[in-house]
């Protein structure tokens, strides 16, 4: 069978089981990819996982095993998710690099959320010299920004950080990508917990913070956004 360039979601659906009926493994694994990450997107997550094991059924394919560990992962079944992607990139062609740098960067999340941290450093960084390689610099600015908010939250890394996360900005800005939004809002973040963490008069404004009534709260976060600049400054 050949997919057109404008089928419809029923029409790839029907593609897809016909092909699981006809052990048409490249058929039904391309089809299960492709909508088994649109579904993802759309938090159609058990959609996703449904259509993902269908096709594992009859073929191990690297694309429907990532795919289904981005569903698992949203709903929340963490370790089944580990599995597959770890599945995903032991089965990942050598050439298709594009994949194998999403997959480890998805599975350094995982690493990251149970708290194995440096596990999680090692797996961007991976995948940060895998997405320079081919040249993704889309994911490169997004693998940057995990990688630069993971150093700050669990190492207080906060030098190696913003650098990180000053670099992701910047590529993002370039590309007009929305996701500069939050990369700003991590950077703003992350240079008020540097101050927190480095400044004794920060610190002792912060806990006043609770017990202060109007005036002396908007005085407070006045004196902090000095401090910031200064610290910026500095």
């Given at each position: 069978w050949e997919?057109?360039?404008?089928s419809t979601e029923e029409e790839k659906l029907e593609i897809h089981r016909l092909g699981l009926l006809g052990r048409e493994i490249k058929i039904a694994a391309e089809i299960a990819s492709v909508l088994g990450n649109r579904w993802k997107n759309q938090s159609r997550f058990r959609e996703a996982v449904k259509l993902c094991k269908s096709t594992l059924d009859i073929t191990e394919d690297y694309r429907v095993l990532h795919s289904l560990a981005r569903s698992e992962k949203q709903l929340g079944d963490m370790e089944?998710?580990?599995?597959?992607?770890?599945?995903?990139?032991?089965?990942?062609?050598?050439?298709?690099?594009?994949?194998?740098?999403?997959?480890?960067h998805n599975l350094a999340g995982i690493y990251a959320q149970q708290g194995d941290v440096s596990q999680a450093i090692s797996l961007y960084?991976?995948?940060?010299?895998?997405?320079?390689?081919?040249?993704?610099?889309?994911?490169?600015?997004?693998?940057?920004?995990?990688?630069?908010?993971?150093?700050?939250?669990?190492?207080?890394?906060?030098?190696?950080?913003?650098?990180?996360?000053?670099?992701?900005?910047?590529i993002l800005l370039h590309l007009k990508s929305p996701d500069a939004e939050t990369v700003e809002e991590w950077i703003l973040e992350v240079r008020f917990n540097q101050l927190l963490h480095q400044s004794p008069e920060a610190q002792q404004l912060y806990q006043q913070l609770?017990?202060?009534?109007?005036?002396?709260?908007?005085?407070?976060?006045s004196r902090l956004r000095e401090l910031m600049d200064e610290f910026g400054n500095g």
């Open positions: 997919e057109k360039e404008t089944l998710a580990k599995q597959h992607y770890q599945q995903a990139l032991e089965l990942c062609l050598q050439e298709d690099e594009t994949e194998k740098a999403t997959i480890i960084q991976q995948s940060l010299e895998l997405k320079e390689k081919i040249g993704d610099v889309q994911g490169k600015a997004i693998t940057l920004a995990n990688l630069g908010k993971l150093l700050a939250d669990e190492k207080q890394d906060f030098t190696t950080a913003l650098n990180y996360l000053q670099q992701s900005l910047e609770e017990s202060a009534d109007e005036d002396t709260r908007n005085q407070i976060f």
